[in-house]
């Protein structure tokens, strides 16, 4: 069992490592086809707007096709002449960058100094034809013979050696010329081939995958198709559209700042962004060299600097999240680590395609359960609930980080929220590891001291607390402008004198929920009596006699809740018939049948699984309560709530 266990667990990694032994060796045929798949995201939904024109597919791919190559061809036309007019211009600068070098006045003994030096040299080397040094003879000339070498009269001067190849035919001349386009362009070929057979069949090759995954998987396939589908075509277009207007924005700033050619780095920005992090910094160093090299002072540099820092941020930490929403569903450093991976497994082709390629593997990881880690390593999701967070910051033994937690999530839900959704779960799982053995003393009664004491700080909260300060504002002078409340008459009817006694079933856990319910009861508006666990339900009825519109409220959790709060609400039965009694079994999921057969005989008045609906139903009672409701009467019929929602 335990062999096949272990095989079982090995074999997504198996199948992972082949799967990228495959990547690696048949890239030559994956990395056209991955383009095509991506420009196909990009280019589909505009074949579909042409079809939606009553125009025929084909002639809708074919003009999408012809258009996108115009534009392309156009724009590389305009940047390969603005780039051989920048390779034309560069000697004009040589002497501004050696200047440049000078007036940092550096030590020739430092290492800047050193480096200064060697770029003379190296420039020196470079200007100095080789034809035009004199030979060495005479007695300095370098004594390279070895001895026993028959001495060379040195008076004769030296001949220079000069191999001459023949010259090339045309065709050989023709594939030297050509042989470094011809992988680009072969690659270029296949990627535009690839793409438009995609573009005309795509209904088929969609339908002809879905087979290929089996009818069973019909429904989960779908969803990862029209999921991926959803999330790369957002991605490339906002990317699209981002990448231009920065672009658009780098460019203008270059040409404000002077540097010519700014429709080239302006294009160079918007392309070499596609690439993450740092595709905008590699575009801003050709910009930022030519003003060094331009200009005599550091004023445009400088400029240049601040110009993409500025663009960077407000692109990055603005634009982006507020377009892009929930983006890819990538985390920032699954981002960085799958961009070296793929650039590695790639190279250029995997450092454009890697955003894409992520997300097939994260949608990959959501609806196929054996490639789940993929989408738990990768995704940007939390890996831990609210809950589960407050729980394991707790074991910690970290009560700020547990508190931080808890007035986060404040910021954005009500307290009776917080306690329903973060407090009282993880409650239920220390109990469940207590109850297991897997909860050592020490750190049990610093996690239930600790949510007391927290619980006990949020007894003073306010919701308008985390309101911004302007609407609080607002809200003040809205409340001191309303008119004041008639005062009540005679016929009004009076307040109810209901009370209620929260008690708690077993141990401190159900004393921490039982507090929760008080204190949120005391913010309704009820009056509330709270009992610590070692409270006898004999010495309640003895010192504090229930009235028969008062309520009692059991708090108990799982996993041993019933029983506890079984055994109290017989007791009341017994002592106190007539009066109503809530059973809170928090976080209770089960069959709502089954939960009251497992009180027997003595069943509560209502049993409910939540802090929200304890409120509901002790409301409703207050109000019967208020109009002058009959609590003798015989017990309604039990009342369930929220169980298995």
């Not at 589908?229 to 981002?242: D, G």
């Not at 203008?252 to 690439?275: D, E, M, Q």
């Not at 409301?619 to 609590?631: I, K, L, N, T, V």
Request: glycine share 6%.
């Amino acid at each position: 069992m335990s062999r096949r266990q272990g095989t079982s667990t090995l074999s997504p990694l198996i199948w992972l490592a082949v799967v990228i032994l495959i990547l690696y060796f048949a890239r030559a045929v994956l990395i056209p086809l991955a383009l095509a798949l991506t420009l196909n995201f990009l280019l589909a939904p505009m074949v579909t707007w042409l079809q939606r024109l009553r125009m025929s597919r084909v002639l809708a791919v074919a003009v999408v096709m012809l258009v996108s190559a115009a534009v392309v061809g156009e724009m590389g036309w305009v940047v390969s002449g603005q780039l051989l007019q920048v390779a034309s211009n560069l000697p004009k600068y040589r002497q501004n960058i050696r200047n440049k070098i000078e007036a940092l006045h550096l030590a020739p003994e430092s290492a800047l100094g050193r480096a200064a030096v060697s770029v003379k040299e190296i420039d020196a080397e470079f200007v100095e034809s080789p034809t035009t040094r004199p030979a060495q003879t005479g007695p300095q000339a370098p004594a390279t013979l070895k001895a026993g070498a028959p001495q060379v009269d040195s008076t004769v001067p030296t001949i220079p050696v000069q191999i001459i190849t023949p010259p090339a035919t045309g065709l050989r001349y023709l594939g030297q010329l050509l042989s470094p386009l011809l992988k680009p362009l072969g690659t270029g070929g296949m990627v535009i081939i690839f793409t438009v057979f995609i573009l005309i069949k795509q209904e088929d090759l969609r339908d002809r995958f879905l087979r290929l995954a089996g009818v069973a998987q019909l429904h989960a396939m779908t969803l990862a198709l029209d999921d991926a589908a959803q999330r790369i075509s957002r991605y490339l277009l906002m990317q699209f559209v981002v990448n231009a207007c920065y672009g658009l924005c780098f460019g203008i700033g270059v040409l404000l700042i002077g540097i010519p050619n700014a429709l080239l780095w302006g294009v160079i920005a918007g392309l070499f962004r596609i690439v993450p992090y740092v595709g905008a910094l590699a575009a801003t160093a050709f910009p930022l060299v030519l003003a060094l090299a331009l200009f005599h002072g550091w004023g445009p540099p400088v400029l240049v600097v601040l110009l993409f820092a500025v663009l960077d941020l407000v692109a990055s930490n603005v634009v982006e999240p507020w377009l892009y929403g929930a983006h890819t569903g990538i985390s920032s450093l699954a981002l960085l680590v799958t961009t070296v991976f793929w650039t590695m497994l790639w190279g250029w082709a995997g450092l454009v395609l890697a955003v894409p390629l992520t997300v097939c593997a994260i949608v990959l990881g959501r609806y196929v359960p054996r490639m789940s880690f993929l989408h738990v390593l990768l995704g940007d999701e939390t890996a831990l609930s609210v809950e589960a967070q407050f729980y394991q910051r707790l074991l910690a033994l970290d009560q700020e980080d547990a508190r931080g937690i808890a007035m986060n999530f404040l910021k954005s839900h009500s307290l009776e929220s917080l306690y329903d959704q973060v407090l009282i779960p993880a409650l239920a799982l220390a109990e469940q590891d207590r109850h297991k053995g897997g909860l050592d003393e020490t750190r049990e009664s610093f996690l239930f001291l600790s949510t007391s004491e927290i619980v006990s700080e949020l007894a003073v909260y306010r919701h308008e607390d985390n309101v911004p300060k302007p609407r609080r504002l607002i809200r003040r002078w809205m409340s001191n402008k309303a008119p004041v409340a008639p005062v009540a008459s005679h016929s009004e009817p009076a307040p109810s004198a209901m009370r209620i006694f929260c008690l708690a079933a077993n141990d401190q856990a159900d004393e921490i929920t039982s507090s929760m319910l008080a204190q949120l009861l005391e913010c309704a508006g009820h009056g509330v009596i709270s009992l610590p666990v070692e409270s006898k339900f004999e010495d309640i009825v003895e010192h504090l006699p229930p009235e028969p519109q008062d309520v009692i409220c059991i708090s108990a959790l799982p996993p041993f809740a019933f029983a506890q709060a079984a055994s109290i609400c017989q007791r009341v039965r017994l002592h106190l018939p007539e009066i109503k009694v809530l059973a809170g079994i928090w976080g209770y999921s089960g069959d709502p049948n089954k939960a009251l057969d497992r009180f027997g005989s003595a069943r509560p008045d209502a049993v409910v699984s939540t802090l929200a609906q304890a409120l509901q139903h002790i409301s409703e009672w207050h109000g019967q309560s208020a109009d002058g409701a009959d609590f003798d009467r015989p017990a309604q019929e039990p009342k369930l709530s929220g169980f298995g929602s």
